[in-house]
């Protein structure tokens, strides 16, 4: 157990649905990071808050929202989804700014 | 903007063999780089990181990585592989310079046969 959590583990769900995944980090990490890991994109950096911030957006998809709440938890909103969505969904923790990240184990998103 | 680069996809060994994973980076200036590893079914954790120092970086598991600045890589290595190192390894790059947000790999996949 890592000390980051992810829910849920796995999420079926069909085109044009809209989904939340959410992530509480390490305790005493301020920032969370989330990525997203296909078979053919590898793990792309999506979206990085710190203390409630956001920080840095990277490949993120104007349908996917996200935002850290004043309890540090976090979470992804994928609307209108499509299949290409279909992936495995990582957040991380850091205690502040990036280097080390502890990831959770993920949370697996079908989208039929 | 940073990138890395693996160029074995998938590895196959048997136990006892000698690793060597490859990985180079695109970025200029100062690096931080990172070898990560995914068990099946588990989350990713970290294997070993360099900030600076010594290039030569020991890790978990008897795995090490030699950052060489001059060739841009930063390879992981182990002597002898053991049936329980079959996983997925990312390498992966931070900057000061450029973004600070580590960007990874596209992993390589590594099956141990005992």
């Known amino acids: 157990d890592s000390g980051v959590t992810q829910t849920p583990k796995h999420l079926i769900t069909a085109t044009g649905q809209r989904v939340t995944l959410r992530c509480s980090p390490r305790?005493?990490?301020?920032?969370v990071y989330w990525y997203q890991q296909s078979l053919d994109q590898g793990l792309q950096f999506l979206i990085h808050y710190y203390n409630g911030e956001e920080r840095a957006k990277g490949n993120i998809l104007e349908r996917f929202s996200a935002q850290q709440f004043p309890d540090l938890h976090s979470e992804l909103n994928l609307s209108s989804l499509e299949l290409g969505d279909s992936a495995l969904y990582f957040c991380a923790s850091s205690v502040h700014g990036a280097n080390v990240l502890t990831f959770g184990a993920g949370s697996r998103l079908t989208v039929l | 903007a940073q990138s890395v680069s693996q160029h074995n996809h998938h590895v196959i060994l048997s136990e006892a063999a000698s690793l060597e994973l490859g990985c180079n980076y695109s970025y200029g200036g100062t690096v931080n780089l990172f070898w990560y590893v995914q068990y099946p079914g588990q989350h990713l954790q970290l294997l070993l990181k360099y900030f600076s120092g010594d290039p030569l970086v020991k890790g978990i598991k008897g795995f090490e990585a030699e950052f060489i600045k001059s060739k841009f890589s930063f390879n992981l290595r182990k002597p002898s592989v053991q049936w329980s190192d079959t996983a997925e390894y990312f390498c992966a790059v931070s900057s000061s310079g450029g973004s600070y947000i580590p960007t990874f790999g596209r992993g390589t996949s590594l099956i141990v046969h005992p």
């Open positions: 305790s005493g990490d301020l920032s």
